[in-house]
């Protein structure tokens, strides 16, 4: 019987499923990788609406 592994990558072999600290690590790494590339998406979200709203600005010429 096979396990499905939600969050990690790469599943563990059963011979370390025993270890907490191994498995915990793995499941760690995989929610952060997931959290920064939240994170990432919504800078870039973020970053297209501000260049959107810089260009509807009209354009100073001059200096004062």
């Known amino acids: 019987m096979t396990q499905n592994h939600i969050a ?3 599943p563990l072999p ?3 499923l025993h270890n907490s ?3 915990r690590s793995q499941y760690t790494r995989a929610a952060a ?3 920064m590339q939240f994170i990432r998406r919504k800078i870039r979200v973020f970053n297209r609406k501000a260049a959107d709203v810089t ?3 009209p354009q ?3 200096g004062l």
Do not use: H, L
Request: hydrophobic share 35%.
């Open 33 to 35: 990788k997931q959290a």
């Open 8 to 10: 990690t990558i790469n």
């Open 60 to 62: 100073m010429q001059g």
């Open 21 to 23: 600290n191994e498995v």
């Open 55 to 57: 260009q509807d600005f």
């Open 14 to 16: 059963s011979s370390i």
